[in-house]
């Protein structure tokens, strides 16, 4: 009887799902933690999820079990290699890329361009395409910590740390939520009243932007699929927008060419530069992709599916981050075309740049100020549905909040709905004002980067969370240097923005205070990720013991 259950083992990979006995003991490890597997098999529903089980998205696209079953077994017998490419699975997990793509393209992103363009030409095209190229490496580690582990950020966070570190992060992650909201809201105001002819003031078109947001959310009602086809139609309507006015303006193809190609940076485009690398990473977009990657059906214990679900990821995320490089690219270069040298480079901004896009190119067919508007309110209306979107994962990860989505989609907007509307009563009629404002948000951004890609790097190195999916040591140093750098690059431009806004002992005191404070927990929270060899581990439990 021995002899035959030992045959049956044999055969099973080829028919099966389960893999060979000795993985089992590096899957297991796919587990973050024994106890919150635990709490979720025997207390179901108690803690928050991403999605229910019956909003996920099935990738499968065998129409029976067996298929599916042959196919994993093949995986395994072959040593982990994966079956051929194919279009039908990369189409079913196509969606949470284009989401996450919103953020390179928010009115934040296109102000830094058309800045950029309008004081440095196009010699900072290569920074784009780099920064882009950093973005993308840090969305694949969201995507890989989402699907490996079953779990976002914002949950895995909420386990990792002690409640005071906790409580910190939720608090800096809703900081540079509401930080961007408010942009995206502003900037989507800015667009209904270039398409209003001016009728419209900026608080009709804040009140507009989140009656509109609650009514595009509702569609996740209906399928998460169809939230996606919403998002691919602001996508196409924001790229043929401003690929247009790049038509219209007549770029030369050398100029750009050697704008993506040649690196050059002079002392006068350093500012602009910054603001390209800053902008690219944006706190909430990483809690948001790891969160979206859960819509569809993949079971973290299954390595063929997590492999599987990895490798669609991967492509579908770089496919997805080349329609905004574009537009960043299309955006930047119609500035460097139009004003570049000229006196009104040094004022223009998100609030009167469609003004000086009219008096510069007019328009043969329509005029160029309502194609901008077009194309800047799709940028707006979407980025603040994401927004939207990750402030409800960010809050019920960190908290374990089990409302509504509604209730939750409500406290999320009314955190930045409410100052919105008192911002733009204040600045309604004052462009330069809304631009320094527009300036702070960038800097309270800018302050919360290290607060969400150092706990990313930090989980997606452990072993104990990651299992078999841990990213090795030349990826965990190519991470970590492409992370220092927005990081340093932030600090310089906080500093430089703190010393030329602030003056005399008060201020200069509490700004010390404020950045001792502000490193020693960014210190913190990089030592407490580091994971020390077992017998140096050892020795310094037992020094703190005694």
Partial sequence: MADNHNADAAREPAVSASPPTYEAEHRALLRPLSFISAISNSNEGCEERAFEPSEKVIVSISGDHKGNANEEGAFYASGGCMPPFSWRKLWLFSGPGFLMSIAFVDPGNIEGDLQAGA???????????????????????????????????????????????????????????????????????????????????????VVITALDCFMFLSLENYGVRKLEALFAVLITTMACSFAWMFVETEPSGKDLLIGIMVPKLSSRSIKQAVGLVGGVITPHNVFLHSALVQSRKIDPDKEYEVREALRYYSIESTLALVVPFMINLFV?????????????????????????????????FFPILYIWGVGLLAASTSSTITGT??????????????????????????????PTIIVALFFNKSGYELDVLNEWLNVLQSIQIPFSLIPLITLVSKEKVMGVYKIGPRMKIATWTVASLPILINSYMLLDFFSSEMGGVLYSSALCVAMATYSMFILYLIFRGIEFPNYLATTLHEKSSI
Avoid at 165 to 174: K, S, T, Y
Avoid at 181 to 195: F, N, P, R, Y
Wanted: charged share 20%.
């Fill in 389 to 418: 979107y990750a402030g409800q994962f960010i809050m019920g990860g960190f908290l374990n909040w089990r409302l509504k989505k509604w209730i939750r989609a409500l406290i999320t907007r009314s955190f930045a709905i409410v």
């Fill in 119 to 205: 004081m440095a030409g196009r010699t900072l095209l290569w920074v784009l395409l780099w920064a882009t190229i950093m973005g993308l490496l840090v969305q694949l580690h969201a995507t890989r910590l989402g699907v490996a582990t079953g779990r976002h950020l914002a949950e895995l966070c909420r386990d990792e740390y002690p409640d005071w570190a906790r409580h910190a992060l939720w608090l800096m992650a809703e900081v540079a939520l509401v930080s961007a909201d408010i942009q995206e809201v502003i900037g989507s105001s800015i667009a209904i009243k270039i398409l209003s002819h001016g009728l419209l003031p900026l608080w009709a078109g």
């Fill in 332 to 364: 930047t270069t119609i500035f460097a075309k139009g004003f570049h040298g000229t006196k009104e480079a040094d004022n223009i901004g998100l609030e009167n740049a469609g003004k000086y896009l009219q008096e510069k190119f007019g328009g043969d």
